[in-house]
């Protein structure tokens, strides 16, 4: 499988304060990498510099063999990388159909935007009963969806996901978790950050563990999972 | 005469001006939150260059029906106000794009107070007639009277809102510019460039605005380098009125500034006995934005809660 992403030691700062520390990160075609830590270890952070939304203080980011560094915050999407954002970033006042059709923004193919608003209702039925409503008027499960469904239309080479189970009823989680299985299935690569690290782990097929901007553990999910370190800290177990 | 159709019709004459111009402040505001104070001067500068172009076209013996020589003078004037706010924003606003609010602000009447006055070294500080060269045909319904030139401005300002509103709803760019009044960090993600829907929202205000500016002098038959205070200020009030950020709001806000004004104008003279006569009416505009402020500080079609993101 080639690399479709590599971080080497990247360093981001805000001011003063130091948000990432230095990391390695490797993400291959086709797989589902988990990244989990406490609040505050500087996910969001490493999610937001990948998207060019904040600039690194220094390291390299490698891109489907090009370097990031140089591209405008606007032009990222082109590249095939899409984020659904931390608190699902979803623009309450358009409606559902106009949140997907933002996803689409830079693509100019009417009819492959079609196919995909109809293979992203057909994955979100919920969403094509309400189509026409204003997303702020959907439930928060919903949201998500409208989030994940708007990232689709993007046509993601990689999918970031910021704790897309953030604030949702357990039941809610399942649901969205079953939908980023579907997805990776289809064959979409995919950066996963979560707070809810054992769900994460046991969908993911590789982990990294984040403490204070360092890298402390990376490894298979399943190694993860069966490590005694991260199971204390973690995992609750 | 009937004075309250009369005074209704000048009002929605009026009113659809400052709707026109309001619709500049608002949807400058509804992108970034800025108050775009040199807006009125964008407003003088469309009427002034209309006029100057007139003249000149006049002058050179150029043979043409009156509203074609307009026309051309729209033609002239619509670019350059355009131009203008395109550079303002850059010059001016974006560099401070992640200053205190305070910063723009202050900026924004500094770049008023230059235009006016670079407008007066250009046409200097006299009125300028507008050029009679419109058909002044009169027509009478119900007691009162209404001009061709009144029946066009209110005819045009209904087709430019339309035309906006069909922009802002149904377009890919109107998508793009409503998300990013709303989320501007995600709208970057999804591909927006900001810069080029803050760019594009300033040169469709101006050049409303610009429309705006030869309607206001041709209805009062003059215009002036200092005429955009007054007229930018009112509708400034007509927005906030509205329901600063709000296209709707604009619309609404300007058209009923414009029929209150005109109808208080209208019987002013009656209500104090002739003390304040019908020159006072600028009292209306701010009377209205004081009440607004105090008692509906989100204006009428605003949103009372802030918007989370
Ligand atoms: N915009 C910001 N300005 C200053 N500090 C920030 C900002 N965003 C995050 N931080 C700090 O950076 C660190 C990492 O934050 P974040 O990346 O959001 O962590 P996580 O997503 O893992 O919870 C925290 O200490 C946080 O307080
Ligand atoms: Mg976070």
Redesign the interface.
């Known amino acids: 499988m080639s690399t479709l992403l590599e971080v080497k030691d990247l360093k981001v700062a805000y001011g003063g304060i130091h948000a990432v520390k230095g990391i390695d990160l490797e993400v291959k075609q086709g797989e589902l990498v988990a990244l989990i830590g406490a609040n505050g270890a500087g996910k969001t952070t490493t999610l937001k510099t990948l998207m060019g939304m904040v600039k690194p203080a220094g390291g390299e980011i490698v891109f489907d063999g090009k370097s990031t560094t140089k591209l405008a915050a606007h032009d990222y999407v082109k590249q095939g990388l899409v984020m659904v954002p931390e608190g699902r970033g979803i623009f309450s006042r358009l409606t559902v159909e106009e949140n997907l059709l933002m996803g689409a923004y830079s693509r100019n193919d009417k009819a492959d935007i079609l196919h995909d608003m109809e293979r992203v209702y057909h994955l979100f039925p919920r969403l094509k009963e309400r189509y026409k409503q204003l997303a702020g008027t959907l439930s928060g499960g919903e949201q998500q969806m409208v989030a994940i469904g708007r990232a689709m239309l993007s046509r993601p080479k990689l999918l970031l996901l910021d704790e897309p189970s953030m604030g949702l009823a357990p039941i809610i989680v399942q649901k969205i978790f079953e939908i980023i299985k579907m997805i990776a299935a289809e064959g979409v690569t995919m950066l996963l950050v979560e707070q809810n690290a054992k769900l994460a782990l046991q969908t993911a097929d590789r982990g990294y563990v984040m403490e204070s901007g360092k890298v402390t553990f990376s490894d298979k999910a399943s190694a993860l999972l069966a490590n005694e370190k991260v199971q204390q800290a973690y995992l609750g177990e | 005469m009937d004075i309250f159709l009369q005074q209704l019709i000048n009002g929605l004459v009026v009113g659809s001006i400052y709707a026109l111009i309001a619709l500049g402040y608002t949807m400058v505001y509804g992108i970034m939150q800025l108050i775009n104070f040199a807006h009125g001067e964008i407003v003088m500068i469309g009427a002034m260059v209309t006029i100057t172009c007139i003249n000149l076209l006049v002058g050179a013996g150029v043979q043409l029906p009156g509203p074609a020589l307009l026309l051309v003078g729209l033609m002239m004037a619509i670019p350059v106000s355009m131009f203008l706010g395109y550079s303002i924003e850059k010059i001016a606003y974006q560099p401070l794009r992640k200053a205190p609010r305070l910063a723009p602000l202050i900026t924004a009447i500094g770049v008023s107070i230059v235009l006016q006055q670079a407008a007066m070294l250009i046409w200097g500080r006299n009125y300028r007639p507008f050029p009679q060269i419109l058909p002044s045909e009169v027509h009478i319904i119900g007691g009162a009277a209404i001009t061709d030139l009144q029946i066009a401005i209110i005819a045009l300002a209904l087709l430019l809102m339309g035309g906006l509103f069909f922009m802002i709803e149904k377009t ?1 760019l109107g ?2 510019m ?2 990013t009044s ?2 501007p ?10 810069n080029t829907i803050v760019s594009m929202t300033f040169v469709i205000g101006s050049a409303l605005g610009a429309m705006a500016g030869v309607m206001v002098a041709a209805n009062y038959d003059q215009a002036h380098a200092y005429m955009g205070f007054m007229i930018g200020l009112k509708a400034f009030t007509a927005a906030v009125l509205g329901g600063i950020g709000n296209i709707g709001g604009a619309v609404l806000g300007g058209i009923l500034l414009g029929v209150i004004e005109s109808l208080g104008s209208g019987y002013l003279g009656d209500l104090t006995g002739g003390v304040l006569g019908s020159h006072y009416k600028d009292i209306f505009a701010f009377v209205v934005l004081i009440i607004v402020l105090v008692f509906r500080p989100s204006g009428l079609l605003g949103e009372r809660v802030a ?1 989370r ?1």
């Open positions: 890919k998508r793009a409503r998300a709303q989320n960090e995600v709208a970057k993600l999804m591909g927006v460039n900001v918007e993101a």
